[in-house]
Structures are given as structure tokens and as C-alpha cells.
């Protein structure tokens, strides 16, 4: 069964906005990652965020964690054409990923 | 190799043909997954390995998917009777323990005609 659900379904922007997705579960975690597919089959690690954690950065990626609500943030900046993707949080459960069925973004350039 | 390596990249057969999907994880990663995704949807979860044990295998639809990773490292996936509706890409994953970044393959493209 899936864990997480991501809000939009998809996403168009212009190149150089920022995208916020966004990312409800369930059942209460350990931790929450992010991951993005390139149309094809890979998924890319992006960050991983502890319970304990309310907020991260990698780069230009910005990710909140509220417990209390059981949902996450993934934030964009000065999004690039390149960052057109799908991106799927995960969340533990018994210590497995369960993905959500992704936010499509496009970038237009 | 460096990364997961998952073979065949792609499959078709005929329904009602029994089929074998293999793994094979990174080196030392004591974590496996095996997860199914159809086009458009989120991978759906089948089954974790934590060393050559299934930790959890209740993503598996049903009895005609098995999973073995007899040493701790190789996985296959198996399908038996396939069916149509088992169409997708089965996509396998390998992390050094349990929930934490995992690394993906690129998955098997399995067509059931």
C-alpha cells in the first residue's frame, strides 16, 4: 500500500520560480526522504529528513518536516528546465519505503 | 559495477508464462527492495530484504510472487502464471542498512502479452 501523498499531481512553472510539493502520510515515521525520476526508470536520492528534524537544505532544495500535521514541504528555488522530473516522497514504515504517487513538475524554460 | 544492476532491462512474455527478475545490489548493502510502478503512479511496494530474510513481504499482491535473496546479495523476483495486469516496471533498490538512502536500478520493463 502507498504511505505518502503528494499535492499538486503536477506542476508547470517558468524556469527560474520556485516549486513547492508537498507530501501528507499516515502513520508516524522515522524518517522522510525525497526522491526524483527522470522520465525512464531510476529514482535519484535527493535528502533525507529525521523526525526530530523540521527543516534541511541541500543546494537549491529546501525540506520541512511537521510531525504534528504528518506532512513535508519540498521546496525549489530558482528552478532550471532540468529539474523537470517527477519527484515521490518516501516514508518508513517498519523500517520499508513506501513511496506516494509524485508531483509531476515542469519547467518550462 | 557501481550501481544496482537489474537484468533484463526489459521482458515480454506470454501469459501464463512464469518469469524471473534479477537484483543485484550494491556490494555491503544489507538492505534490499523490490518495488512495481505502472506509468504514471508512484513505485508500489513488494517486499524488503534485511540480509538474506524477507523483513517484510506484504506488498506482495499475491502467491503467484515470490522472493529470494539466498546469500545476502543477489535478488530475484519471481512471477508465476503471469498475467496481464502484472504489466509494469519492476524497479529494485539496495541501501547500506534499512531507511536510509537507498540507491535505485533501472528498473525491468515487464510486458505480459
Known amino acids: 500500500s502507498q504511505q505518502g501523498e503528494e499535492d499538486p499531481q503536477a506542476l508547470s512553472i517558468q524556469e527560474g520560480e520556485n516549486a513547492t510539493m508537498n507530501c501528507s502520510y499516515k502513520?508516524?515515521?522515522?524518517?522522510l526522504q525525497w526522491y526524483r525520476q527522470n522520465s525512464g526508470r531510476g529514482l535519484v536520492h535527493l535528502i533525507l529528513?529525521?523526525?526530530?528534524?523540521r527543516e534541511k537544505h541541500s543546494g537549491r532544495l529546501r525540506v520541512t518536516l511537521d510531525t504534528s500535521k504528518k506532512s513535508s514541504s519540498l521546496l525549489i528555488t530558482a528552478s532550471r528546465a532540468a529539474d523537470t522530473a517527477s519527484y515521490f516522497c518516501?516514508?518508513?514504515?517498519?523500517?520499508?519505503?513506501?513511496f506516494g504517487a509524485g508531483t509531476r513538475l515542469t519547467v518550462k524554460p | 559495477g557501481a550501481g544496482v544492476s537489474q537484468t533484463p532491462s526489459n521482458k515480454v512474455t506470454e501469459k501464463g508464462k512464469y518469469v524471473e527478475l534479477r537484483c543485484d545490489p550494491i556490494?555491503?548493502?544489507?538492505?534490499l527492495y523490490w518495488y512495481r510502478q505502472s506509468l504514471g503512479q508512484g513505485p508500489e511496494f513488494l517486499i524488503y530484504?534485511?540480509?538474506?530474510?524477507?523483513?517484510?513481504d506484504s506488498g506482495l499482491p499475491n502467491d503467484r510472487f515470490f522472493a529470494v535473496r539466498p546469500e545476502g546479495s543477489v535478488s530475484t523476483l519471481k512471477i508465476q502464471r503471469t498475467e496481464r495486469g502484472d504489466s509494469a516496471v519492476y524497479l529494485c533498490?539496495?541501501?547500506?542498512?534499512?531507511?536510509?538512502?537507498?540507491?535505485f536500478g533501472q528498473g525491468t520493463r515487464l510486458t505480459v502479452v
Open positions: 533498490a539496495s541501501s547500506p542498512v534499512g531507511y536510509t538512502e537507498a540507491f
Open positions: 502513520t508516524s515515521i522515522n524518517n
Open positions: 529528513i529525521r523526525s526530530n528534524e
Open positions: 518516501a516514508t518508513d514504515d517498519n523500517n520499508d519505503m513506501r
Open positions: 556490494s555491503g548493502h544489507t538492505a
Open positions: 530484504f534485511q540480509g538474506t530474510g524477507a523483513a517484510d
